[in-house]
């Protein structure tokens, strides 16, 4: 069973401060299969990052991303009011089974 | 820009089949592959199954015995029909798609959700 395992749950910061959020793989994942996404509360998911690094149309460029093998890292350089939510990373390496990690939430400090 | 929106009932009773459709609008349904995925407090987020419009369809293993996803170009809509409803299928249902390439598996777009209670 592929996992991935985000941290830390929660983290808790400040508008205008950078945030590193990990998801680590239970297997080696190629990075061309790993994704990003930013969830608010009554919202649906949305894709940030796919490839791991690759952003998604229209997200700003202070979302980044990273890693390979089976550590890698959702980077957000100067943190907005609007960034504060729950954040997902998702592997698709195999089409028999997609997964997510649990999610990091960011709150404000 | 491709925009999702989903529609079926909100509550099933318990052996019941769910159904639920999701509207395609401002693209065609031929660029991705269409997927349902759900989430629960206790679950987390979940795939379900997705299929082409040219019939390719995969389904979560776990799920496999119990759904099946159609899709229908006249109507630009796919549809998602999951069957022995129990109260551990209550959860938010999105749909979304799977943009086609030479690699896929990331969604978006996303509809914006609908969730589904089993209760009798």
């Known amino acids: 069973e592929f996992v991935l395992t985000q941290s830390p749950g929660t983290l808790s910061l400040s508008p205008g401060d950078r945030a590193t959020l990990s998801c680590r793989a239970s297997?080696?994942?190629?990075?061309?299969?790993l994704a990003w996404y930013q969830q608010k509360p009554g919202q649906a998911p949305r894709l940030l990052i796919y490839?791991?690094?690759s952003r998604a149309a229209g997200i700003p460029d202070r979302f980044s991303g990273s890693g390979s093998g089976t550590d890698f890292t959702l980077t957000i350089s100067r943190l907005e009011p609007e960034d504060f939510a729950v954040y997902y990373c998702?592997?698709?390496?195999?089409?028999?089974?997609?997964?997510f990690g649990q999610g990091t939430k960011l709150e404000v400090k | 820009q491709v925009l999702l929106q989903e529609s079926g009932p909100g509550l099933v009773k318990p052996l019941e089949t769910l159904s639920l459709t999701c509207t395609v609008s401002?693209?065609?349904?031929?660029?991705?592959?269409w997927i349902w995925l759900r989430q629960s407090p206790g679950k987390g987020l979940e795939w379900i199954g997705y299929k082409h419009y040219s019939g390719s369809n995969n389904y979560n293993p776990s799920l496999r015995s119990r759904a099946s996803v159609s899709v229908d170009t006249a109507k630009t809509q796919f549809s998602l029909r999951l069957s022995s409803m129990t109260a551990a299928d209550t959860a938010m249902y999105y749909c979304?798609?799977?943009?086609?390439?030479?690699?896929?598996?990331?969604?978006?777009?996303w509809g914006q959700g609908t969730l589904v209670t089993v209760s009798s």
């Open positions: 998702q592997q698709y390496r195999s089409s028999v089974m997609y997964t």
């Open positions: 979304a798609g799977m943009p086609v390439g030479p690699i896929f598996g990331w969604f978006d777009p």
């Open positions: 490839g791991a690094s």
């Open positions: 297997q080696s994942l190629d990075s061309r299969y």
């Open positions: 401002g693209g065609s349904i031929r660029t991705h592959y």
